[in-house]
């Protein structure tokens, strides 16, 4: 890991810019953090659009949970900002607007080839980076996984140990198969669905809420399209990771 920019915010907290190989990120912390008192990590997912175009979203994100006493850390998905395309993906993406102007299903085929590569090639690298925040003094666990593509959230929880508590947010497209997986999830769930969210299929969601082989988990339901989550709905959330990351 190498930093390559830092600041501090005028609430105190620390962000900086970092590499891992060739994927960029981003750290915020707590002024409170240290050596001697590490603060529990939060990784923040987001949709594939690029960091630059998510920071105002990642950075409120990542000072709400500053407050609590938490780090927070993103990194560059496969494919986005300044990375290489990935063209199996692109092709998937044309192929889903596509359908979704003409109003017929989003198939299978399509959503596989959209979210596969994406899972396989992101979490190997959401590892490698925990592996490096790990590393760092004034970072300590338990870690928690927050929101982005949902299916990277499920293979994340049901692969990495390191990861105790998950708030997922149901919005995006999760590949059948995918649903085998999130019965191995075992770890406490947070997950965030808007009822009238008009790209999200909802039966789908709750069928996968109910496939989650986890003993605590909790479905937070509210009104509303998919950029529509109440502000109460994320400070339940932030409540979710204090009970269980602190």
Same mark, same amino acid.
């Given at each position: ?16 810019? =970092?590499? &891992? ?54 990194? %560059? &998905? ?29 198939? +299978? ?26 590393? &760092? ?60 969210? %008009? ?10 809420? +109910? ?20 502000? =109460? ?11 269980? &990351?602190?």
């Amino acid at each position: 890991m190498h930093f390559t920019s830092e600041q501090r915010l005028d609430d105190g907290v620390l962000e900086r810019e =970092f590499t &891992l190989g060739e994927i960029p990120g981003i750290l915020w912390t707590p002024a409170s953090a240290s050596a001697s008192a590490p603060a529990p990590l939060i990784l923040l997912g987001h949709p594939p659009l690029g960091l630059r175009k998510m920071y105002p979203r990642l950075v409120d994100r990542a000072r709400h949970s500053a407050a609590e006493g938490f780090a927070t850390a993103t990194i %560059e &998905l496969p494919g986005s900002g300044d990375r290489p395309r990935l063209p199996a993906v692109e092709q998937a993406r044309v192929d889903m607007r596509r359908a979704m102007e003409v109003g017929e299903p989003v198939s +299978d085929e399509i959503i596989d080839a959209l979210i596969f590569p994406l899972v396989d090639k992101s979490v190997p690298e959401w590892q490698a980076a925990l592996d490096a925040l790990l590393s &760092l003094p004034e970072i300590g666990g338990p870690v928690g996984y927050s929101g982005g593509v949902i299916s990277i959230g499920i293979r994340l929880a049901a692969v990495e140990p390191r990861i105790s508590a998950a708030v997922l947010f149901a919005g995006s497209f999760v590949p059948r198969a995918m649903f085998e997986e999130a019965r191995q999830v075992t770890i406490p769930l947070h997950v965030l669905l808007q009822w009238d969210d %008009e790209g999200n299929d909802r039966q789908a969601a709750l069928d996968l809420f +109910d496939a989650f082989g986890s003993k605590e988990k909790t479905l937070h339901a509210n009104m509303g399209g998919h950029t529509g989550v109440p502000q =109460f709905a994320g400070d339940a959330a932030a409540q979710f990771f204090t009970r269980h &990351l602190k």
